[in-house]
């Protein structure tokens, strides 16, 4: 048992090292990220009134991640099965000694490791609050731990339904489109759509998907376990249906 | 070390491969034979763990390839139809990551790379990125794949499709240098590669086998009551394929 986990591991690292060198294979790595940390700087800045607010917080800058990222994230995760599947080297990828869940966790670590460098390099942001006045930095700890799980779940989205085409670029809209559905769950927008017919406890079990309404706490440092463990699950049970899929779609 | 039995794989209540049973033990090269569509890749698929099968069983080295499917793909080689590889990496890269997830390490590692890059002969490419590789390249690099861990089984699917003719001399040399420490399969649509390096040959048609075939002391092939002279295999296959197409 001991062996099978050893083994299962080695692949996966393997797999993670491979996915992760590959975002950097192309200029694609480098485009993201530059145009990543400039939408997320004119989010924050312009959009957002960081030094209007007079306020030494990064509560504009992480506001704006769950749109961010709702974009951004389909980008890293559309090539992750749709790629293999289009050349043919899921086949090569799945008769070597690796566990489904095994490659499914390797391919989606790589592409979160790959987001939280992204994320990591908007530390100038941080600084420049920090030099301005005196932030609470536990607070943007924690508003950088939550964002980077809410990351993840995009990713996981996006993961999964990278599996279920052989085009990068449907994998692309689905994930925008899927993402848009759990990003407002909790607005007006769609509770109003259910608030008509709808019992109170599936307008409150919508609501309670809403990432927007989850991250919001999480904006202003507060991590409760709560949205940790919804975001954690949530990922989790996305991966699981990622390794379903690879499993349906071998034979077509 | 491949047993084969009863293997059975329906699409949708289409049967592309409907009972098929083989065994090949160490040093026999076993040909796949037959049209295309005939199943000849699904039953690979199966072999290799790539397609769980709809029943029957394959065993490789004893081991049930559904039943503990991780340790049966440590002892199999495979080049899928077509030699698949990640067009981004260089040859030399995609070698170091199939040596990862198979865990070689150290001096093992640097011998089984070593031997496998020389064996395939693509020490000049080792830095190119397989995109621009050659046909030819590309599937040595697919075949370096298969055969870096010195897998007891090797399961070629095509493997000298689309290369030309001194390629195709030097895989076959490549196979048969191999043969004798391994149980082989490789399916082709060229007869006459059967009767350079095959030990035995299986026709497959619609999913089943059809004839399975041994060379002859003096010369030439039989299957079944079927006899085929030296060079005159297409007679033969002709003969039982068409029947079952018709």
């Known amino acids: ?252 | 070390m491949i047993e084969i039995e009863a293997l059975v794989k329906r699409f949708d209540g289409f049967a592309a491969v409907d009972g098929v049973s083989l065994t090949v033990g160490r040093g026999a090269v076993l040909g796949f034979l037959g049209p295309n569509g005939a199943g000849k890749s699904t039953t690979m698929k199966m072999i290799a763990g790539f397609l769980a099968p709809t029943s029957g069983t394959a065993r490789v080295c004893g081991i049930d390839v559904t039943a503990d499917p991780l340790e049966a793909k440590r002892r199999i080689g495979y080049l899928p139809e077509g030699a698949p590889a990640y067009p981004d990496m260089t040859a030399g890269d995609f070698l170091e990551f199939i040596a990862d997830v198979r865990g070689l390490k150290g001096a093992e590692r640097r011998k089984c790379l070593a031997d496998a890059i020389e064996r395939v002969e693509i020490g000049p490419v080792l830095e190119q990125s397989i995109e621009t590789l050659s046909k030819g390249f590309k599937r040595r690099v697919g075949l370096a794949q298969a055969i870096l861990h010195d897998p007891p089984v090797l399961i070629l699917d095509e493997p000298t499709d689309g290369l030309d003719p001194n390629q195709k001399h030097h895989v076959r040399q490549l196979i048969r240098a191999m043969a004798p420490a391994k149980a082989i399969v490789i399916s082709t649509h060229i007869l006459e590669e059967v009767e350079a390096i095959c030990t035995r040959a299986a026709i497959i048609a619609r999913g089943r086998v059809v004839a399975d075939g041994e060379p002859l002391a003096g010369g030439g092939w039989r299957f079944g009551n079927l006899r085929a002279e030296p060079g005159r295999l297409e007679g033969v296959f002709r003969a039982l394929t068409a029947e079952t197409q018709a």
């Open chain 1, 1 to 252: 048992m001991i062996g099978f986990f050893r083994h299962a591991f080695v692949g996966t690292c393997a797999i993670f090292a491979r996915e992760f060198r590959a975002y950097f294979a192309t200029p694609v790595a480098y485009v993201f990220i530059v145009v990543f940390l400039a939408v997320s700087g004119l989010f924050t800045f312009y959009l957002g009134n960081l030094f209007d607010r007079g306020q030494a917080d990064l509560r504009p800058f992480f506001s704006f991640h769950p749109w961010l990222y709702l974009v951004f994230m389909p980008a890293i995760s559309m090539r992750l099965w749709a790629e293999e599947r289009r050349s043919g080297t899921l086949e090569l990828l799945m008769t070597l000694p690796v566990g489904l869940l095994g490659a499914v966790l390797g391919k989606f670590l790589a592409a979160w490791a790959f987001a939280g460098m992204a994320l990591a390099l908007t530390f100038p942001t941080w600084l420049t609050v920090a030099y301005l006045g005196d932030p609470d930095h536990g607070a943007i700890i924690a508003g950088y731990l939550g964002s980077l799980l809410m990351a993840g779940s995009y990713l996981a989205i996006g993961a999964c339904l990278s599996a279920a085409t052989k085009n990068q670029v449907v994998a692309f809209i689905a994930a925008v489109a899927v993402g848009f559905v759990f990003t407002v769950a909790g607005a007006p927008l769609v509770l109003d759509a259910l608030s008509a017919w709808a019992p109170r406890v599936l307008i409150d079990a919508v609501a309670s998907f809403s990432f927007l309404v989850r991250f919001q706490a999480i904006a202003t440092g507060v991590l409760d376990a709560r949205d940790l463990v919804f975001f954690v699950s949530f990922a989790a049970t996305w991966l699981f249906a990622n390794a379903v899929l690879v499993e349906i779609k071998k034979s077509g």
